[in-house]
């Protein structure tokens, strides 16, 4: 199968997620008047995403191909750069759907909050995550990062646990093996790796 079929039927997968989570809220409002998709108009849905990333390249194509238009959902598409920003945005009605790590929805529910979201959808299996070395390294093993300063990501955050999970699947000890800034948000680690801090980072 050709990649560009492959990408459509992922792209068409996504748009039918969406579309049935809008269904949902379809039909008779309160005053008896048919609702925007019952009605034949398109229903505005603006969706936050985490971070601009090539592992969200199907929404991007559907969005480009025109697929949203076609199934009746005009969308306004918001790059919310790190999981607390795009949660904000949902609790406060700025966003109707939010793209992120489950991590936020468990944070949120944990913490109280009486109106909490529902994580309806899993887009990805896999933690898109890299780690990037200043240096060139020929023959890379985990003990490498032993001493070394490491640009982690926000603490909490889905990058940093996966991290963190990984270096103990390695025996290393994230608390004194190597030290990890946790103070950068995940969504200008690279901008802080090129400028010249740490000797890693996780991208």
């Known amino acids: 199968m050709k990649k560009k079929t492959i990408c459509r039927f992922i792209s068409l997968g996504l748009c039918l997620v969406l579309a049935l989570g809008l269904t ?21 849905v603006t969706l936050n995403e985490v971070a601009h990333s090539i592992f969200y390249a199907p ?15 005009d969308l306004t598409l918001v790059t919310g750069f790190g999981a607390d920003k795009t949660m904000t945005a949902v609790l406060t009605d700025e ?8 991590e936020s929805t468990i944070y949120t529910y944990a913490g109280g909050t009486q109106d909490y979201v529902v994580n309806f959808a899993q887009l990805t299996q896999r933690a898109g995550n890299f780690l990037v070395s200043r240096q060139p390294i020929d023959n890379f093993s985990w003990d490498m990062l ?10 909490g955050g889905m990058p940093e646990m996966v991290f963190e999970y990984i270096l103990k699947k390695n025996n290393i000890d994230p608390k004194n093996d190597l030290a990890i800034d946790q103070s950068i948000d995940f969504g200008s680690t690279a901008a802080a790796f090129s400028g010249g801090q740490g000797d890693f980072t996780v991208v």
């Open 95 to 102: 966003a109707d759907i939010g793209f992120m790590g489950s």
């Open 59 to 73: 929404m991007y194509v559907a969005i480009e191909e025109g697929y949203f238009e076609q199934e009746g959902i």
């Open 24 to 44: 949902a809220g379809c039909g008779k409002k309160k005053d008896g008047s048919d609702s925007g998709a019952a009605s034949g108009a398109s229903v505005k």
């Open 146 to 155: 032993k001493g070394s300063n490491v640009l982690g990501g926000r603490a």
